[in-house]
């Protein structure tokens, strides 16, 4: 079974980090492109992070460019989100994907996780 975990979401206060971890299993994610997307309540699901599969190509969202650090841990199948300088707005569910089509498009994904909320107050 392919599974997508994420782990690491919470409560912050504005200024604040968090680090997001998305554990894969199932398939050798090892050799994919792997993302971050965002879901506000009320808002599309927008891309937030991208590492192709050497971990040398990243790609960031408009907003979070600067603050937020994508990588990979290849030993544990994993990816990682850091996020730092956190905003109000930042605030959303979190999810994991792999194996796109498109970077950026959602319905191009064939592997998501359950998502994981962060919240961030002011």
């Known amino acids: 079974q392919v599974q997508l975990v994420e782990s690491g979401g919470g409560l912050v206060q504005a200024g604040g980090s968090l680090r997001l971890s998305c554990a894969g299993s199932?398939?050798?994610?090892?050799?994919?492109?792997m993302s971050w997307f965002r879901q506000a309540p009320g808002k599309e699901r927008e891309f937030v992070a991208g590492?192709?599969?050497?971990?040398?190509?990243?790609w960031y969202g408009r907003s979070v460019q600067g603050r937020f650090i994508i990588d990979r841990n290849y030993a544990e199948s994993a990816v990682t989100l850091q996020m730092n300088d956190l905003k109000v707005e930042d605030t959303a569910v979190y999810y994991c994907?792999?194996?796109?089509?498109?970077?950026?498009?959602?319905?191009?994904?064939?592997?998501w996780g359950q998502g994981t909320q962060v919240t961030v107050s002011s």
């Open positions: 994907a792999a194996n796109p089509k498109s970077l950026t498009t959602v319905a191009t994904y064939d592997y």
């Open positions: 199932g398939r050798p994610f090892s050799r994919t492109v």
């Open positions: 590492i192709n599969w050497t971990g040398f190509t990243t």
